[in-house]
């Protein structure tokens, strides 16, 4: 037996941040320690079908012209197994299995919607496979915009005003939630409740423009939040680290700040991945040690007000005085320089230290309730 330890990084997926996805396998790829972890590379493509990648291909995944990377419709399609040999993903080829590998920890490098919400966490508890991060519970509670302000304020944590919106609702009962909606002050950013990296959110200057932001978040998810805008808020952000020996179960790095180049401060989908000038990463953020540490102990606490597992990203509004929170990442975006590893970069982390220490973490806890 070998005490290496043998990893499925799993990319792709349903969600439309499919392609960040890739990219982010193949940074992970290229910083793991191959001293200590074997690594087999498991895609989702975009129909949601499995497959065994090459790591040759997964280490090939960059933008090219513009357009992010996509994990192939398989023409072996991917196959779990969970038995006598532990856990094994192995490829169908017609009757027979072939390139059967054993994994002992899954990290599922998923963003959004079938990946980041609790839907493959779910398969993984059923088949008893160690993975790193968040359960099902936190996961999911993570991915939606909505139940995700329910937690926090149920732990006392400060959300901004918001309505939240059921399809339902906003086909039976639009009147009473354009009437709540008036309670909050302008501008407003209309999101999808499951969303991600911006995509489907539109910011809103006046009513008139509310029903079309609301269709449009509606593309990306039934469901939506309306959320009041801070406008000239800082973005600042804390990436939180899970820690069974620690006191409060977890750590907080030093705090990152987002600065948006564009006038009206919205961090959207381009600034995220496509304009290079389209934001600053700050980390350290300049912030007082005062306020550092006020935003960090927020962090933590939002990390259990989801029940959070292994890590999160805890991202906050700041304005003067004031501090909101706006979300927590379960899967945060991870590519080497993503805010999450370069917040524990800063904090004296290093991404190969960090990818190794979430497998630990993955490894150390039982499965099952816990
Ligand atoms: N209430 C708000 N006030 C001001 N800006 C906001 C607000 N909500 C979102 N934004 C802007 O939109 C970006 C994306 O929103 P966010 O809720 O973080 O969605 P995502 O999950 O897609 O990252 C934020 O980083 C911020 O720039
Ligand atoms: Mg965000």
């Given at each position: 037996m070998s005490d290496r330890t043998r990893v499925a990084l799993i990319f792709g997926g349903q969600s439309s941040e499919h392609g960040i996805s890739c990219l982010t396998a193949a940074s992970v790829l290229k910083a793991i320690d191959r001293d200590r972890f074997d690594v087999v590379g498991v895609g989702i493509s975009k129909t949601g079908r499995w497959t065994q990648v090459p790591l040759d291909v997964v280490a090939a995944y960059a933008i090219v012209d513009g357009v992010p990377p996509e994990v192939d419709e398989p023409v072996h399609d991917a196959v779990w197994m969970v038995g006598e040999h532990g856990c094994?993903?192995?490829?169908?080829?017609?009757?027979?299995?072939?390139?059967?590998?054993?994994?002992?920890?899954?990290?599922?490098?998923?963003?959004?919607?079938?990946?980041?919400?609790?839907?493959?966490?779910?398969?993984?508890?059923m088949m008893g496979i160690r993975y790193v991060g968040s359960g099902v519970t936190a996961s999911a509670v993570g991915m939606d915009k909505h139940f995700m302000k329910v937690a926090f304020e149920a732990a006392g944590l400060p959300?901004?005003?918001?309505?939240?919106?059921?399809?339902?609702?906003?086909?039976?009962?639009?009147?009473?939630?354009?009437?709540?909606?008036?309670?909050?002050?302008?501008?407003?950013?209309?999101?999808?409740?499951?969303?991600?990296?911006?995509?489907?959110?539109?910011?809103?200057?006046?009513?008139?423009?509310?029903?079309?932001?609301?269709?449009?978040?509606?593309?990306?998810?039934?469901?939506?939040?309306i959320e009041q805008g801070f406008?000239?808020?800082?973005?600042?952000?804390?990436?939180?680290?899970?820690?069974?020996?620690?006191?409060?179960?977890?750590?907080?790095?030093?705090?990152?700040?987002?600065?948006?180049?564009?006038?009206?401060?919205?961090?959207?989908?381009?600034?995220?991945?496509?304009?290079?000038?389209?934001?600053?990463?700050?980390?350290?953020a300049d912030v007082t040690p005062e306020l550092a540490a006020r935003i960090q102990e927020l962090a933590k606490q939002a990390f259990h007000a989801v029940d959070a597992e292994g890590l999160v990203r805890a991202d906050f509004f700041v304005a003067d005085d004031d501090v909101w929170i706006n979300e927590v990442n379960t899967m945060p975006g991870f590519t080497r320089i993503s805010m999450y590893p370069t917040l524990w970069q800063a904090s004296g982390l290093t991404y190969t230290d960090l990818v190794a220490r979430l497998i630990e973490l993955a490894l150390q806890r039982p499965v099952g309730l816990r």
């Amino acid at each position: 037996m070998s005490d290496r330890t043998r990893v499925a990084l799993i990319f792709g997926g349903q969600s439309s941040e499919h392609g960040i996805s890739c990219l982010t396998a193949a940074s992970v790829l290229k910083a793991i320690d191959r001293d200590r972890f074997d690594v087999v590379g498991v895609g989702i493509s975009k129909t949601g079908r499995w497959t065994q990648v090459p790591l040759d291909v997964v280490a090939a995944y960059a933008i090219v012209d513009g357009v992010p990377p996509e994990v192939d419709e398989p023409v072996h399609d991917a196959v779990w197994m969970v038995g006598e040999h532990g856990c094994e993903v192995a490829s169908r080829s017609g009757e027979t299995l072939v390139d059967i590998n054993a994994v002992d920890v899954a990290f599922a490098l998923l963003h959004g919607p079938y990946g980041e919400d609790g839907t493959i966490q779910g398969m993984f508890e059923m088949m008893g496979i160690r993975y790193v991060g968040s359960g099902v519970t936190a996961s999911a509670v993570g991915m939606d915009k909505h139940f995700m302000k329910v937690a926090f304020e149920a732990a006392g944590l400060p959300v901004g005003p918001y309505v939240a919106a059921s399809a339902h609702r906003l086909t039976h009962d639009r009147e009473a939630v354009l009437a709540e909606v008036e309670a909050l002050e302008y501008p407003l950013f209309v999101k999808p409740a499951r969303g991600g990296s911006s995509i489907g959110i539109v910011r809103v200057t006046e009513p008139g423009q509310l029903d079309a932001a609301i269709e449009e978040a509606q593309r990306f998810d039934p469901k939506i939040v309306i959320e009041q805008g801070f406008t000239g808020a800082r973005e600042l952000e804390v990436a939180v680290l899970g820690n069974p020996d620690a006191p409060d179960g977890c750590d907080a790095s030093v705090l990152g700040e987002i600065r948006v180049n564009a006038k009206d401060g919205f961090y959207d989908y381009e600034a995220k991945y496509f304009d290079e000038d389209g934001a600053a990463l700050d980390a350290p953020a300049d912030v007082t040690p005062e306020l550092a540490a006020r935003i960090q102990e927020l962090a933590k606490q939002a990390f259990h007000a989801v029940d959070a597992e292994g890590l999160v990203r805890a991202d906050f509004f700041v304005a003067d005085d004031d501090v909101w929170i706006n979300e927590v990442n379960t899967m945060p975006g991870f590519t080497r320089i993503s805010m999450y590893p370069t917040l524990w970069q800063a904090s004296g982390l290093t991404y190969t230290d960090l990818v190794a220490r979430l497998i630990e973490l993955a490894l150390q806890r039982p499965v099952g309730l816990r």
